[in-house]
């Protein structure tokens, strides 16, 4: 796995490094992914087989995104983020906010490490996703990676981290390098928001 050094300022150069962890888990886990049924518009695992979580570095590469998209757009997209997260303090999963009503992703060139991750030796129709240890493995190589790469953020569920990066000044004291969970601890505690710092060090 690649050891990106812990990345201090959430800068506009976004892509590469992201790129460089996705693009190293898939070459490592070529030869289990080869065998996957997942085709275009099978999306349980986007309705009830996990959650679909996110690094800040990430959400704020998704957010980027979104806010490249014309208006009525993302006001649709605000208020399917509103829902979930409303249907998220509920226990179980939830649908993502990102599904299209043809079961296509709207954020596909953007999506999360947690949605490229996903698989299946089987369809999902009768229960969950069929992986390879050796692939799970890898992806929790690749997530600790993120982690490290995004050393001054947090991990979630993706419409909390959303929520988090719309705070304005909370938003330019990442990008600027900053790290003070305490200034979101309230915010994070019961979204149950991991520290990236601690949780990679606790590996």
């Known amino acids: 796995m690649n050891d990106e050094a812990p990345m201090t300022t959430a800068g506009d150069a976004i892509d590469e490094p992201l790129e460089r962890i996705y693009a190293d888990y898939y070459q490592r886990a070529a030869p289990f992914l080869a065998g996957a049924v997942c085709r275009p518009g099978c999306a349980r695992c986007c309705i009830e087989v996990g959650d679909v979580d996110a690094t800040t570095l990430e959400g704020l590469r998704i957010r980027n995104f979104l806010q490249s998209l014309p208006r009525p757009q993302r006001l649709e997209i605000a208020k399917a983020l509103a829902r979930n997260r409303r249907f998220k303090q509920q226990p179980g999963h939830v649908r993502c906010p990102f599904l299209q009503k043809n079961d296509t992703c709207r954020i596909y060139p953007v999506r999360p490490f947690s949605c490229r ?9 009768e ?10 493995a890898l992806a929790r190589e690749a997530v600790a990676a993120l982690q490290r790469l995004d050393a ?36 994070a505690r019961p979204r149950r928001l991991s520290i990236n710092r601690l949780a990679v060090s606790m590996d």
């Open 117 to 125: 991750q996903v698989y299946s030796l089987t369809a999902c129709a």
């Open 127 to 136: 229960g969950g996703p069929t992986v390879h240890r050796q692939a799970a």
């Open 152 to 187: 001054n953020g947090y991990s979630g569920h993706l419409s909390y981290i959303l929520e988090l990066l719309d705070d304005d000044a909370l938003r330019a004291f990442y990008r600027a390098g900053g790290f003070d969970p305490g200034r979101i601890m309230r915010f």
